[in-house]
C-alpha cells in the first residue's frame, strides 16, 4: 500500500485539526482533515489528492505527538491570556 508520510500537524481556526503530509509515490504535499478532537484524530486510509489512487498515513518520525503538544501548550496560553484580560476588564469596571 502506497503511504503519505506525515509532515506536519496544525490546527485551523474552526478548530479542526489539518495533517500536512507528503505522498512517498509522487512526492507531492497534500492535507487532509483529522477532525476536532485531538485525543481522536481521524487518521489512516485517505482518497489521495495527489491523483496517486489512495493512501496511508503513516506518522514514522513522531510527527502527531510532538505538535499535538505543541498546539495544546499554545491553546492553554492563549486561555490563559484570554483569562487575564477578563480579570483586567473586570477590574477597571470595578474600579
Same mark, same amino acid.
Given at each position: 500500500?502506497?503511504?503519505?508520510?506525515i509532515t506536519g500537524l496544525? =490546527?485551523?481556526?474552526?478548530? $479542526?485539526?489539518?495533517?500536512?503530509?507528503?505522498?512517498?509515490?509522487?512526492?507531492?504535499?497534500?492535507?487532509h482533515g483529522a477532525g476536532?478532537?485531538?485525543?481522536? =484524530?481521524?487518521?489512516?486510509?485517505? $482518497?489521495?489528492?495527489?491523483?496517486?489512487?489512495?493512501?496511508?498515513?503513516?506518522?514514522?518520525?513522531?510527527?502527531?505527538?510532538?505538535?499535538?503538544?505543541?498546539?495544546?501548550?499554545?491553546?492553554?496560553?492563549k486561555a490563559r491570556r484570554?483569562?487575564?484580560?477578563?480579570?483586567?476588564?473586570?477590574?477597571?469596571?470595578?474600579?
Amino acid at each position: 500500500m502506497t503511504t503519505a508520510t506525515i509532515t506536519g500537524l496544525d =490546527l485551523a481556526a474552526d478548530g $479542526v485539526f489539518l495533517v500536512r503530509a507528503t505522498c512517498d509515490r509522487c512526492g507531492r504535499t497534500v492535507l487532509h482533515g483529522a477532525g476536532p478532537d485531538a485525543d481522536a =484524530l481521524i487518521l489512516g486510509h485517505r $482518497v489521495a489528492h495527489c491523483g496517486c489512487g489512495g493512501y496511508e498515513l503513516a506518522d514514522p518520525d513522531g510527527i502527531v505527538p510532538v505538535r499535538l503538544r505543541v498546539i495544546r501548550q499554545e491553546q492553554a496560553e492563549k486561555a490563559r491570556r484570554r483569562a487575564e484580560a477578563r480579570a483586567q476588564r473586570a477590574a477597571r469596571a470595578a474600579g
